[in-house]
C-alpha cells in the first residue's frame, strides 16, 4: 500500500517534470514527425520518371514494341526521339536526360543473338540511385550492352516489377517506427537517471524509504505511455502521408509494441546504471542505435547478411519488432502466430531489467 | 533498546582506492543534542555522513546508527533519519510546494495531515512567500531552508546535515542555527558538518577531522581547555614586521594573524610564553602589546592540525 502510494508520487513527479521540459516535450512529437518525413521522402529508391531519349535506329515494329514497354514500366519517361547514339551523349553531357537509350539498325537480328547485345543503355553514371536503376532494367529479360545474358524467348517482355525489394515507405514505415521507439525511448529513460544523478536527486532520494524498484518502475511508467503517444503518432502520419497499409490488428500492433517499448526501457535503465553522465548515456544510446539501424533488416535485407551480422540483429529488439510489425501491418500476420519474436522480447526484457536492478543499488558505491 | 547514544562508530574506514577518505573513526553522539564535525575540505566530512546512512559501504569497522547496525540493510532506517546533502538535491523544475508534497508522499505521511504539515513548515521555514515559486530559481538561504523543511518533514530521530550553510550569507546562518536548537530541544539528534569555528563553537560537542583522520572531540569548553598551549596575543601597528620576528624561533608552534592581532601559538611545557614572545619583538625593534588569552576554537583547530613533527619540534 504505502510501496504503491510512492510509486504514484514518482510517476507523479516525473510527469509533472516532463510538462515543464519543453525539450523532452518537443522531442516526443518532435523526433517522430521528423524522422518519418526524413526516412518516408529519402529511403525511397522506387525511382520512376528518368528522363529518357532514344535512339531508334531500327524503327521496327519489334522495336516500337519495346520502346512502348520501356514506356510502360513508368520508369522512364521518354522525352524526346534523336537520330544518333551521339545526340544521346551530348544530352546527358548536358543533364538534359539520365538515360538514352540506343535501338541498332539490326534490332530483329540481334534479339536473337545470344551473342550480341539488342540494347544499349547510356547512363548517368554520377548518380548512384540511377546506376542501381539501369541494372534493374539490364535484368529484364532482353540482352542490354553487356550482353552476359542472352534472351531466350523472342518477346521483348518487360515486367512491370522491375524492383522485386522495393524499398517505398510502405516497407520503410513499419521498421522506421522500430527505430524511432528505440532511440526515443532508451534516451529518455537513460538521460532521465542520469541527470537526477547529476544533479544530486538521486542522494536524496536514495536516502528516502523509496526502493530501487519503485524507483525504476516511476521512472518508466510515463515512458511507457510517451511511447504508445509516439506509436500512435506514426500511424497517424504514416497513413496520411503515405498511405502506410495497417492491415492486421491495432490492437495486436499495440501489444506487440508493449512489449517492444519495455524492452528499450529495460535497455535504458541498464545504460542510465553505466554512464556517470548525461552525454555519457547520450553516447551509449547512440551506439546501441547505430546496429537497430544497420544490423536489424531495416536498412539491409536480413536474409542477405553475413551469418555474423545476423546473430548480432537476432540479439537487437529492433529485429524483432520490425518483423512483427511488418507482420501486422503489411501482412495481415495475427500476433500469436508471431509469437517467437514476442518470446524474444520478452527475454530480451527479462535479461535486462535483471542486469538493470543488480546494478541500481540504494548506493553510492 | 535504550541507548544513550544515537550513533555509534568504531574503527570506520572508508578508502577510494589508495585514498584514505576516512580512517579508523569513532564516534559517539549523543541523543537529542547538536553533534558537530569540523573539518576543511575533503577532510572525510561527507564521506563519514554517507556511510552513516548507508549510501557508502565502510572498507572498515562498523556503526550503530538508532540501533541499526551499519553495514547492514539500512532499510528501516530510512524512514527515522533525515538527509541534508550538501548539494541542493530537491527538484529545481518543481515548485516549493510541490517538493514538499511529493517527500511528503514518498514518506507516506497520511494525505489528512499533509497539508497542516507543509504549511506549519512553510511558515516556520519562512517560505510561504515562496510557494509557488520553483525551487531551482531560489536563493542560497532559500533553498537551504527548503531542504531543511523536506529533511525534516516526517519528524526524523536523527538529522544528517552536510554543510548545510556553505552557500548561505551570516544572516541566514544565523536564523538556521536558531532552527537547529528549536529542533534538538524538540528531541531530534542533529550531526552537523561544517568548516566554520564560529558554528562548530555552538555545538554541544563536536569532533575535528584532518585528513580523513579525527584528531580531537568533546564539548567546545573541553577542546578549548586541552590543546596543550599557551596562547599569546600581539597587538602590533606593524603585525607583519611582527610575525617576521616571531617566525624564527622553533618554540613557537604557529602565528596567525587576525586583523592587526597575531594569535602565536607555545608549547605549554614552556614556562615563559609572554616573555619570549616580548624578547624577539624587541630585538627586531617592534613595539606591541603582549598578553596571555585563553585559547578559541581557531586555536583548537591549528594546533590539532599540526602535523606530529610541527608538534613535537
Ligand atoms: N566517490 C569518491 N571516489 C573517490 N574519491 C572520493 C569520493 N568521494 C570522496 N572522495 C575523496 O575523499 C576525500 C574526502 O572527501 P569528502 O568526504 O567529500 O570531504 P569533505 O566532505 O570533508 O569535504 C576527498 O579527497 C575526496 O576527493
Ligand atoms: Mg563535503
Redesign the pocket.
Known amino acids: 500500500m504505502k510501496s504503491l502510494s510512492r510509486l504514484l508520487a514518482i510517476i507523479r513527479k516525473e510527469v509533472r517534470q516532463l510538462r515543464r521540459d519543453r525539450l523532452t516535450f518537443g522531442m516526443i512529437v518532435g523526433i517522430p514527425v521528423i524522422q518519418m518525413l526524413l526516412f518516408g521522402y529519402a529511403i525511397n529508391t522506387d525511382v520512376r520518371n528518368l528522363r529518357t531519349a532514344i535512339a531508334d535506329q531500327a524503327n521496327t515494329h519489334l522495336s516500337r514494341q519495346f520502346v512502348a514497354e520501356l514506356r510502360e514500366t513508368q520508369v522512364v519517361d521518354i522525352i524526346e526521339f534523336v537520330d544518333t547514339p551521339a545526340a544521346l551523349d551530348k544530352r546527358l553531357r548536358l543533364g538534359e536526360i539520365s538515360i538514352g537509350v540506343v535501338i541498332p539498325h539490326d534490332f530483329d537480328r540481334r534479339v536473337l543473338d545470344p551473342e550480341r547485345p539488342a540494347v544499349q543503355l547510356l547512363v548517368d553514371g554520377s548518380d548512384p540511385t540511377i546506376s542501381s536503376v539501369a541494372i534493374q532494367l539490364r535484368n529484364m529479360p532482353i540482352a542490354f550492352d553487356t550482353g552476359t545474358s542472352a534472351p531466350r524467348n523472342h518477346n521483348i517482355e518487360i515486367r512491370p516489377n522491375y524492383n522485386p525489394e522495393r524499398r517505398t515507405p510502405v516497407n520503410v514505415i513499419p521498421g522506421l517506427m522500430g527505430i524511432i521507439l528505440t532511440l526515443t525511448m532508451m534516451m529518455f529513460t537513460a538521460v532521465a537517471i542520469v541527470r537526477e544523478r547529476e544533479r544530486g536527486n538521486l542522494e536524496l532520494l536514495i536516502n528516502t524509504p523509496v526502493s530501487s524498484a519503485e524507483l525504476m518502475i516511476g521512472k518508466v511508467i510515463p515512458y511507457i505511455v510517451i511511447g504508445m503517444i509516439q506509436l500512435a503518432l506514426i500511424l497517424v502520419v504514416g497513413d496520411l502521408l503515405f498511405q502506410v497499409p495497417m492491415r492486421g490488428s491495432v490492437l495486436d500492433l499495440y501489444l506487440a509494441s508493449g512489449a517492444f517499448i519495455a524492452a528499450n526501457l529495460a535497455l535504458g535503465l541498464v545504460i542510465s546504471t553505466i554512464a556517470k553522465t548525461q552525454f555519457q548515456a547520450m553516447q551509449m544510446t547512440i551506439f546501441m542505435l547505430m546496429p537497430s539501424i544497420l544490423l536489424s533488416g531495416f536498412v539491409f535485407p536480413f536474409a542477405g547478411m553475413p551469418r555474423f551480422a545476423q546473430l548480432l540483429g537476432e540479439i537487437l529488439p529492433v529485429t524483432h519488432f520490425i518483423r512483427l510489425t511488418r507482420g501486422i501491418m503489411l501482412r495481415e500476420a495475427g500476433l500469436m502466430e508471431l509469437y517467437p519474436e514476442l518470446v524474444a522480447l520478452g527475454l530480451f526484457t527479462l535479461v535486462a531489467m535483471t542486469a538493470a536492478a543488480v546494478r541500481f543499488t540504494k548506493r ?2 | 533498546m535504550i541507548n544513550d547514544y544515537a550513533i555509534e562508530a568504531s574503527g570506520l574506514s572508508k578508502h ?2 589508495d ?1 584514505k ?2 580512517s579508523k573513526l569513532d564516534l559517539k553522539v549523543p541523543r537529542g543534542k547538536i553533534y558537530g564535525f569540523l ?10 555522513i554517507r556511510m552513516l546512512c548507508g549510501l557508502l559501504t565502510p572498507t572498515e569497522g562498523t556503526a550503530n546508527v538508532l540501533g541499526t547496525a551499519i553495514p547492514g540493510s539500512a532499510r528501516e532506517l530510512k524512514p527515522r533519519i533525515g538527509y541534508m546533502t ?1 548539494k541542493f538535491s530537491l527538484f529545481g523544475d518543481m515548485t516549493v510546494v510541490e517538493n514538499l508534497q511529493f517527500i511528503a508522499e514518498i514518506y507516506s505521511v497520511p494525505k489528512k495531515d499533509r497539508r497542516t504539515r507543509i504549511d506549519e513548515l512553510l511558515g516556520k521555514y519562512d517560505l510561504v512567500g515562496q510557494r509557488r515559486q520553483l525551487a531551482g530559481t531560489m536563493s542560497g538561504g532559500q533553498k537551504q531552508r527548503l531542504a531543511l523543511a523536506c529533511a525534516v518533514l516526517h519528524h526524523p530521530e536523527l538529522l544528517l546535515l ?2 548545510p550553510t556553505s552557500a548561505v550569507d551570516p544572516q541566514s546562518r544565523r536564523d538556521f542555527w536558531a532552527n537547529l536548537f528549536r529542533l534538538a530541544e524538540g528531541g531530534t539528534t542533529i550531526m552537523v ?1 561544517t568548516h566554520y569555528m564560529d558554528e562548530a563553537e555552538r555545538c554541544h560537542r563536536l569532533a575535528i ?1 584532518d585528513r ?1 583522520i579525527k584528531v580531537a572531540d568533546g564539548t567546545p569548553q573541553e577542546l578549548q581547555a586541552s590543546t596543550g598551549m599557551h596562547i599569546v596575543e600581539v597587538t602590533a601597528d606593524d603585525p607583519y614586521q611582527a610575525q617576521e620576528a616571531l617566525d624564527c624561533d622553533e618554540h613557537i608552534r604557529s602565528v596567525t594573524q587576525l586583523g592587526m592581532r597575531l594569535r602565536v601559538l607555545i608549547p605549554e611545557q614552556f614556562s615563559q610564553p609572554v616573555g619570549l614572545v616580548q624578547q624577539h619583538l624587541d630585538e627586531h625593534g617592534v613595539t606591541a602589546d603582549v598578553r596571555l588569552t585563553t585559547a578559541s576554537l581557531e586555536d583548537v583547530f591549528v594546533s590539532v592540525t599540526m602535523s606530529p613533527e610541527e608538534r613535537a619540534a
Do not use: H, M, Y
Open positions: 553510492l558505491d | 577510494f582506492g585514498l577518505a576516512v573539518g576543511p575540505n575533503g577532510s572525510g566530512k561527507s564521506t563519514t550538501q552536510d554543510e558538518s577531522l580523513g
